[in-house]
């Protein structure tokens, strides 16, 4: 089965009324994590890789990790997706090495020589038109699209914002006609990172409702969604860790997102955590161990069970075989049709 259009997955999974989340990863066991969470439950799901992923892992090997999931997997949908990209010039990367959705991050602009962390706000019609060369560009190819609008806070890789400003509806709908995204992530309330909130984040449900209403054609996207459950975080304290108490989104509240509008629910921290705490608990128990397998392994084993919850959680367990994915070429030719 090929890589599959990312807009096809969250088409589905809106008229399936679950959502879908974008795991990201980095090498080799963070895969085999991801795809066996979603065999064990039979789900659809979105690998993705941020920029840093990309300098990380070195595309050639991405490449082939990725041919080798999809070799493994022939009986599940499977996107490849390249998070918060902040040019076109990667994209155009990220698309040659088989990639079938890309995130352009028209919201901030990356390419200013600015010190790491202070990258510049774009003006919104500045982002309507880094935004829309993208899309020409992936559209002509079969490829999806997801803008961002708004400013989501915290840290990912090295997208900082220290303010929380809400996605507005009216820019919203502008927007999604100007540029023909696919998807677009709102920023309603989640922070990116592990340091998310003193206190249980209340997220703008009405927004979501209302930008549904506002742009029905278009996906919508949670990014920092995770929930960073307390257990986890004590358990890298207890083996030697030393991460502050932090709060991020409840479950309960990610799934009443999905209710109202969200498709693609993007979660990392929460990954980290569980990989970190194996690792740690192994170190601690077992000083004498040298062999990488005994504490990978274990680490592996322990994020394909929590990826295995969210998806079960997220509604998206039991969907893998509702479809059968289209080629980039269906694609191509859809888009070139709506012209
Ligand atoms: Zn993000």
Same mark, same amino acid.
């Given at each position: 089965?090929?890589?599959?259009?990312?807009?096809?997955?969250?088409?589905?999974?809106?008229?399936?009324?679950?959502?879908?989340?974008?795991?990201?990863?980095?090498?080799?066991?963070?895969?085999?994590?991801?795809?066996?969470?979603?065999?064990?439950?039979?789900?659809?799901?979105?690998?993705?890789?941020?920029?840093?992923?990309?300098?990380?892992?070195?595309?050639?090997?991405?490449?082939?990790?990725?041919?080798?999931?999809?070799?493994?997997?022939?009986?599940?949908?499977?996107?490849?997706?390249?998070?918060?990209?902040?040019?076109?010039?990667?994209?155009?990367?990220?698309?040659?090495?088989?990639?079938?959705?890309?995130?352009?991050?028209?919201? #901030?602009?990356?390419?200013?020589?600015?010190?790491?962390?202070?990258?510049?706000?774009?003006?919104?019609?500045?982002?309507?038109?880094?935004?829309?060369?993208?899309?020409?560009?992936?559209?002509?190819?079969?490829?999806?699209?997801?803008?961002?609008?708004?400013?989501?806070?915290? #840290?990912?890789?090295?997208?900082?914002?220290?303010?929380?400003?809400?996605?507005?509806?009216?820019?919203?709908?502008?927007?999604?006609?100007?540029?023909?995204?696919?998807?677009?992530?709102?920023?309603?309330?989640?922070?990116?990172?592990?340091?998310?909130?003193?206190?249980?984040?209340?997220?703008?449900?009405?927004?979501?409702?209302?930008?549904?209403?506002?742009?029905?054609?278009?996906?919508?996207?949670?990014?920092?969604?995770?929930?960073?459950?307390?257990?986890?975080?004590?358990?890298?304290?207890?083996?030697?860790?030393?991460?502050?108490?932090?709060?991020?989104?409840?479950?309960?509240?990610?799934?009443?997102?999905?209710?109202?509008?969200?498709?693609?629910?993007?979660?990392?921290?929460?990954?980290?955590?569980?990989?970190?705490?194996?690792?740690?608990?192994?170190?601690?128990?077992?000083?004498?161990?040298?062999?990488?397998?005994?504490?990978?392994?274990?680490?592996?084993?322990?994020?394909?069970?929590?990826?295995?919850?969210?998806?079960?959680?997220?509604?998206?367990?039991?969907?893998?075989?509702?479809?059968?994915?289209?080629?980039?070429?269906?694609?191509?030719?859809?888009?070139?049709?709506?012209?």
């Amino acid at each position: 089965m090929p890589l599959c259009p990312m807009r096809q997955m969250l088409e589905e999974a809106r008229k399936g009324g679950y959502g879908v989340g974008a795991y990201n990863v980095n090498n080799m066991e963070q895969i085999q994590a991801i795809l066996a969470a979603a065999k064990e439950t039979r789900s659809p799901v979105i690998i993705q890789a941020s920029r840093g992923a990309l300098e990380y892992t070195n595309l050639v090997y991405l490449k082939h990790l990725m041919a080798a999931a999809e070799e493994d997997n022939p009986l599940l949908p499977i996107v490849l997706h390249l998070d918060h990209g902040p040019n076109l010039a990667l994209c155009k990367e990220a698309i040659a090495i088989g990639f079938t959705s890309v995130m352009i991050d028209g919201s #901030i602009d990356y390419d200013k020589k600015t010190p790491e962390g202070k990258h510049p706000a774009r003006s919104f019609e500045d982002n309507i038109r880094v935004t829309r060369e993208v899309v020409r560009y992936a559209h002509a190819r079969g490829v999806s699209v997801e803008g961002e609008l708004g400013t989501l806070g915290g #840290i990912e890789d090295d997208t900082h914002a220290d303010e929380v400003l809400l996605t507005d509806p009216d820019e919203v709908e502008e927007f999604c006609k100007k540029t023909g995204v696919d998807a677009l992530a709102l920023a309603i309330g989640t922070s990116h990172g592990a340091y998310k909130f003193k206190h249980e984040p209340v997220l703008a449900m009405d927004l979501v409702s209302e930008c549904r209403k506002r742009a029905p054609d278009t996906n919508f996207v949670m990014h920092g969604s995770s929930s960073v459950p307390k257990e986890l975080v004590d358990e890298v304290n207890k083996y030697g860790g030393k991460l502050p108490g932090a709060m991020g989104v409840p479950i309960a509240s990610i799934q009443e997102a999905v209710k109202r509008g969200i498709q693609k629910i993007n979660v990392d921290t929460d990954g980290r955590l569980v990989v970190t705490a194996a690792i740690r608990k192994v170190f601690a128990e077992k000083p004498g161990e040298f062999d990488p397998r005994k504490y990978l392994g274990p680490a592996r084993d322990a994020l394909a069970k929590l990826i295995a919850s969210k998806m079960r959680s997220f509604g998206t367990a039991g969907h893998a075989g509702d479809y059968k994915p289209k080629t980039l070429a269906d694609m191509k030719a859809f888009y070139a049709s709506r012209k």
